[in-house]
């Protein structure tokens, strides 16, 4: 054995034991796919990919997802010994309180992480946006003799990845675009938490890949590091995205080898001292050889691969001067200019299509907006005017066909934000947000700037009846910690919407759009959407409040001049976003809500939450009905006879 196969297999345990020595302090997390895949690992890190430790987010480096995100020490051993500011006392602090090594790796927490990966499926159906993005960009920006953007997405994905059905739409969508530069390691172990796999994972995985126009290739052992090199260098050479199924043995060297026991639990004291005997492994715990640091160490290596790809970036900016600026600018996340003013709109409009009008007029001033919708374009009226589709043969198009794959969409937008130079945005109905839940839950946790647009957004869409009409889903969106909901009452405050999910970028938003038309307010009033809530209509020492959002806001108008008929005075709010609202200081909050003044919410939803501004709800807790939209509303109580009466009782 070579000085260098020494070292390679020195390397190879020091992060197995890194691992085990981390779940075993902390008395909790999942042993067994670091210790198998460290070799595969290691080979990553310290040979295939291009990244810089000294600068996590250098813009061309490799980026690496840990899909199967429960194996997170893997990911923080090799962080830590390739030179990224995690230090050894970090390691020692696994999953506690305060450390920047949790128990899932979470992006913006650790440096080097690239995708908070927690729900199986997500990390590789994420990824599949992280390559997208690679291909356009490089397709905007590369020019002959100036390759600036040229870099792989690779992930580590387990068997409950390829279980999920997400990573199956998403995975059909990267076949479909020729994502060349994805490569995905499948640890091919055939354990779960159940037992063995074939307990109810029985399909040919490969062939299903190969089915979704994917390259696949097999290596035997995860230890035979040549086999592994060989695999990667076919997938770097195919115009296919690649599968490479990686068998491998969970828990390797352990006496929990093979076993589900290797998978969720710490080894115990017993297990792990036949461990470091079985793999001749000496040290105490979270002891590491210096030859071992040396070797590992990568940041001398990626500051090198960083100069020259800045110094080809000169070289690019002294030819392409105009195109390295724009590069830069939409690098760093800084939005041109917005429009400042709606346009002119001049009859009722669904706020569906008023979405599609600001679109208009945002889509050629912003060129790095771009989105698409799960089969429902029409509906959603997501395409701007002049977008082309994207296609492998058009990697310009800015409109992304995602097919009926609401859950893969709002994964794919994320990884298109994450990775930088793109504004991404996806549209389906707001009844299918439950399909994209996971990803929409991400998106708000990672504090990326993912715009859902969600249409159809109450019972007044009528006919189709309650299987499409939401009920509970603006309340439960808005329980989500960072997701900021918003439903404008009218063209003009959709527009004001998009000016907000566009400008906001430490987390998403989700516009909540009507299908039917709805009258138009004043344009000047509109602009209070900015701040979430304000006084549409007002009376001089109002006796009460109505507040609403979206198209029941013309149901409270309507009840305020029944009101006004009889000598009440009323104030009226729309109310388009909570969360908005609430990031307005409490004075302005209590301006436009007094405390003690008598207050009725209406909204074609869920009453939950309401409490919070409302002492009366006209609300809606029980399913839709299958009928003409205006039919639904009064059978239902929307009515702005109700609404009045509601007020009444409390004044």
Do not use: C
């Not at 994207?390 to 097919?403: I, K, V, W």
Request: glycine residues 8%; aromatic residues 8%; charged residues 25%.
């Amino acid at each position: 054995m070579t000085e260098t196969q020494d070292l390679t297999a020195l390397s190879v345990n020091a992060i197995r034991f890194l691992a085990v020595d981390a779940v075993e302090k902390a008395r909790s997390g999942h042993p067994g796919m670091p210790m198998a895949m460290a070799p595969l690992g290691y080979l990553l890190f310290r040979e295939v990919m291009r990244h810089n430790p000294l600068d996590p987010t250098w813009p061309n480096r490799d980026r690496f997802v840990l899909s199967a995100g429960h194996g997170s020490m893997l990911l923080y051993a090799l962080l830590h010994l390739t030179g990224y500011d995690l230090p050894l006392e970090e390691l020692k602090r696994f999953r506690q309180w305060g450390s920047k090594t949790p128990g899932h790796p979470e992006y913006g927490h650790t440096p080097g992480v690239e995708v908070t990966t927690g729900p199986l499926g997500q990390g590789i159906s994420t990824a599949v946006g992280l390559a997208l993005a690679e291909k356009k960009l490089a397709a905007e920006f590369n020019r002959p003799g100036h390759t600036v953007i040229d870099h792989y997405t690779y992930v580590l994905a387990s068997d409950g990845d390829l279980m999920e059905g997400v990573s199956g739409e998403a995975a059909s969508l990267a076949g479909h675009w020729k994502l060349s530069k994805l490569i995905v390691f499948w640890d091919d172990n055939r354990i779960s938490i159940d037992g063995p796999t074939d307990l109810a994972f029985t399909e040919d995985v490969l062939g299903r890949f190969r089915a979704y126009g994917w390259q696949t290739l097999r290596v035997e052992d995860v230890n035979d590091l040549e086999a592994l090199r060989k695999a990667i260098r076919l997938a770097q050479l195919d115009e296919r995205p690649s599968l490479i199924a990686v068998r491998s043995h969970i828990g390797f060297g352990s006496p929990k080898q093979d076993s589900p026991k290797a998978h969720g639990e710490p080894l115990g004291p017993e297990a792990v001292e036949a461990t470091r005997k079985n793999l001749g492994w000496p040290y105490p715990p979270f002891a590491v050889p210096e030859e071992v640091y040396r070797h590992m160490d990568m940041r001398e290596r990626g500051r090198a691969l960083q100069e020259a790809w800045e110094k080809a970036l000169q070289a690019y900016a002294r030819e392409y001067p105009e195109l390295h600026q724009e590069l830069l600018r939409r690098l760093k996340g800084e939005l041109p200019p917005l429009p400042e003013e709606p346009p002119v709109f001049d009859k009722p409009l669904a706020t569906r299509a008023a979405s599609g009008k600001a679109l208009d007029l945002l889509a050629p001033r912003i060129p790095e907006l771009l989105g698409g919708s799960a089969d429902l374009t029409p509906s959603n009226n997501t395409k701007a005017q002049g977008m082309e589709d994207f296609s492998p043969e058009n990697p310009l198009g800015r409109y992304l066909h995602f097919g009926v794959r609401e859950h893969a969409m709002g994964a794919i937008l994320n990884g298109l934000n994450l990775h930088g130079g793109y504004r991404a945005y996806g549209g389906t109905f707001l009844v299918f947000s439950d399909y994209m839940r996971p990803a929409i839950r991400l998106s708000a946790l990672m504090g990326v700037p993912t715009v859902y647009v969600f249409t159809h957004d109450s019972i007044a869409l009528g006919e189709d009846g309650p299987t499409h009409q939401p009920v509970e889903h603006l309340m439960s969106l808005r329980a989500m910690p960072n997701l900021w909901v918003i439903r404008p009452a009218d063209a003009y405050e959709t527009f004001y919407a998009w000016q907000v999910a566009l400008r906001r970028r430490e987390g998403p938003t989700a516009l909540v759009l009507t299908r039917q038309a709805v009258p138009l307010l004043s344009p000047e009033k509109a602009k209070g959407l900015l701040k979430g809530g304000y006084v549409l209509e007002d009376a001089e020492d109002p006796q009460g409040v109505i507040v609403a959002t979206g198209s029941e806001v013309h149901l409270a108008l309507k009840a305020r001049e029944i009101l006004l008929g009889k000598g009440v005075r009323v104030r009226v709010v729309s109310l388009p976003s909570f969360e908005l609202f609430e990031a307005q200081p409490e004075a302005y909050r209590k301006e436009v809500l007094p405390p003690g003044l008598p207050v009725v919410a209406v909204e074609a939803g869920a009453s939950l939450g309401w409490e919070r501004y409302a002492h009366k709800v006209v609300a809606l807790d029980r399913f839709g009905a299958s009928a003409p939209y205006p039919e639904v509303y009064e059978r239902l109580g929307f009515t702005p006879e109700r609404v009045a009466q509601a007020l009444l009782e409390l004044v």
